[in-house]
């Protein structure tokens, strides 16, 4: 009789203890997710990572041929040491007139038409200068965009990550736009979860709940993060966000996962 009786009470307790809390399903994903297009038409000249390769900040992705971005940035170049020797000319030109002008003045009875001259000759210098100084400016911004251009052809990890996706090879043409490689960070992850209306009364941002990884019997505490509404408003549906630590756990993007929440 005890026995029966200490059943019920422990069926019960059970009872209130799942209507006390609520589980909801979601999907782990990565907060940190890298899609890595080209700027530029050309062909791929070298592959540095394969999928599933881990890749550090500024580590090699791919390369580009070279060829039309090493004379476009040869050209730049060289417009610009023309338009800074056209400034050094005009710079030496008007200290000469400068002289001439000192020595004119100092010389008795020199005539004034050549002293006017010389300040004409001089005002035109001048503004031959100031050319060529708006022209160096316009030369260095080129040079800037073909160097940063250039820095294209050799293609960077943007952040660590890991390889998920590769659609290039050696001797495939990209073109502007074309996704070629994508990261995502296995490290900065969070649970999406979608909530009916009737459950938005039990959570707030900042709650702390319980985290649950079936497959790999992983449980922690993670915080709601942020709570989303829908973009389609006839779902009925709300986004939820939690941020969790992994800690060293196998924990992947995609994996299956599990959130409860206390009603109270």
Do not use: C
């Not at 307790?13 to 080209?38: C, E, F, H, P």
């Amino acid at each position: 009789m005890k026995k029966i009786i200490f059943s019920i009470l422990l069926l019960f307790v059970m009872q209130n203890a799942n209507a006390a809390q609520l589980t909801l399903t979601g999907t782990v994903v990565s907060n940190g997710q890298k899609m890595i297009g080209s700027r530029y038409m050309g062909y791929i000249k070298k592959v540095f990572v394969k999928l599933g390769d881990k890749v550090k900040r500024e580590d090699d992705l791919y390369e580009m041929e070279s060829a039309e971005f090493d004379i476009m940035k040869s050209q730049a170049d060289l417009a610009l040491e023309q338009t800074q020797v056209i400034v050094q000319f005009w710079q030496k030109r008007i200290k000469i007139l400068q002289r001439r002008k000192e020595a004119l003045k100092n010389k008795k009875g020199a005539p004034a038409m050549q002293l006017d001259d010389l300040e004409m000759m001089a005002d035109n210098a001048q503004t031959m200068l100031e050319t060529g100084r708006v022209a160096v400016k316009q030369m260095a911004i080129k040079a800037k965009q073909v160097a940063s251009t250039y820095n294209y052809i050799k293609m960077k990890a943007p952040s660590d990550g890991v390889v998920v996706q590769k659609n290039i090879k050696v001797g495939d043409m990209v073109m502007p736009g074309m996704l070629t490689i994508m990261l995502i960070d296995t490290e900065d992850l969070e649970i999406d979860v979608s909530l009916s209306e009737s459950i938005l009364k039990y959570v707030k941002e900042n709650d702390k709940v319980k985290v649950l990884i079936p497959s790999l019997n992983y449980e922690t505490i993670g915080k709601i993060k942020a709570i989303i509404p829908d973009a389609n408003p006839m779902t009925h549906k709300i986004k939820m966000r939690v941020s969790f630590n992994k800690n060293g756990a196998n924990v992947f993007p995609g994996m299956y996962a599990k959130v409860i929440i206390k009603k109270y």
